[in-house]
């Protein structure tokens, strides 16, 4: 299986794992809705997942054991430690690990429903560092039937109108410097368990550009949007964070 590489600032970490010996841990991965969230997803909303570890055995995962996460059909992955020895039996819950979101999209006759599948990784199949090298393996698990968790939901159609459906607050979005040529900037107080996710579209409807900022912590935050590229001209900026929506119109000068 070809090797999967992971450019890490951990990997002196994980390279101080050296000499554990092999266990056998029979792990599986599961994902359900975070706590008050549908999957049945208005446009501006957001669904949230809890991952779940679970070991079925027959030996003890531990802090030494480095678990990989993978996104299926992409080159994502993310680095798992157990928070503490997990026995046959036991598991452990990633609160909100991951989340699909309903942001900007062109209007569609109907709902559509969109999936993504997680699969735990081989330490086998990982190389960290650069030049990238093995990880070392601590545990082997060879059932693989169970390492594969999916999701998916319901995104419902936008409203023909362009107005916002219902929970989903419409403000104006205040776009400074306006003419702008290599960034534009806006001023928000984000829902701090949400990401912010920005679309800028040419008057014809197209988007040209989208950037997802994540989960902003701040309480007040200054939002800085990189436009270089984009031709002279009228476009439309929108951004979507939970239950909030705003837009504006932003020119691109020569």
Not at 134 to 162: H, I, M, Q, W
Request: glycine share 8%; proline share 6%; aromatic share 8%.
């Amino acid at each position: 299986m070809k090797k999967r590489k992971l450019y890490l600032a951990l990997a002196a970490v994980l390279a101080s794992f050296n000499g554990f010996a092999h266990k056998d841990c029979d792990l599986a991965v599961s994902m359900t809705p975070s706590a008050g969230y549908s999957t049945t997803v208005n446009y501006g909303d957001s669904c949230f997942f809890d991952l779940k570890i679970t070991n079925n055995g027959p030996d003890v995962l531990t802090i030494t054991d480095s678990l990989f996460l993978g996104m299926v059909g992409t080159s994502s992955i993310s680095l798992i430690i157990p928070p503490g020895p997990i026995p046959n039996g036991g598991s452990f819950t990633l609160v909100k690990k991951t989340y699909a979101a309903h942001d900007i999209d062109t209007l569609r006759a109907a709902d559509k429903v969109v999936g993504a599948c997680f699969v735990l990784l081989k330490q086998s199949d990982i190389l960290v560092g650069n030049p990238p090298r093995p990880v070392t393996e601590t545990y082997e698990d060879t059932r693989a039937a169970n390492d594969t968790a999916c999701f998916r939901v319901t995104l419902k159609k936008r409203p023909a109108n362009g107005i916002a459906g219902p929970g989903l607050a419409t403000e104006s979005l205040q776009l400074y410097p306006n003419p702008a040529r290599d960034e534009v900037r806006f001023d928000l107080k984000p829902d701090n368990t949400a990401p912010v996710l920005v679309s800028v579209k040419d008057i014809t409807g197209r988007e040209v550009r989208r950037q997802d900022f994540g989960v902003l912590r701040n309480a007040a935050t200054n939002v800085a949007l990189d436009v270089r590229g984009l031709k002279p001209g009228l476009y439309f900026v929108e951004w979507c964070n939970g239950n909030r929506r705003a837009t504006g119109k932003l020119v691109i000068g020569h």
